[in-house]
């Protein structure tokens, strides 16, 4: 059992910064793959950043390449994903996944199967 605890979300005006993180605990939780996604009001759920577990494999959606950064630090089980430059449809509901093979980075939801409970960023125009 892997749990997963997102916190750093808010309220931030468009073209400010916020820094989330993500608090892993269970079973060799250090070790896995972790991936960022999102979930707007009345949207699916959809791939943002993820992160090999050795911190030295980045990958982004489209959207955020260049404005987001994913980071880990394995010592304190924690995955961050800093946001610059945010833009209003940067709101939704931000969660850390572990993906099902725990070591491949994904980019669908369905290759994920431990979440958090997620996180409010809203992006003020």
């Known amino acids: 059992q892997v749990q997963l605890v997102e916190s750093g979300g808010g309220l931030v005006q468009a073209g400010g910064s916020l820094r989330l993180s993500c608090a892993a605990s269970?079973?060799?939780?250090?070790?896995?793959?972790m991936g960022w996604f999102r979930q707007a009001p009345g949207k699916e759920r959809e791939f943002v950043a993820a992160i090999s577990w050795s911190g030295s494999t980045t990958y982004y959606a489209d959207s955020v390449k260049g404005r987001f950064a994913a980071s880990r630090d394995n010592a304190k089980n924690t995955v961050y994903l800093q946001m610059n430059s945010l833009k209003p449809e940067d709101t939704a509901v931000y969660y850390c996944a572990v993906p099902i093979s725990r070591l491949r980075i994904g980019v669908r939801p369905t290759e994920y199967d431990y979440w958090g409970q997620g996180t409010q960023v809203t992006v003020s125009s």
């Open positions: 269970g079973r060799t939780s250090s070790t896995y793959t």
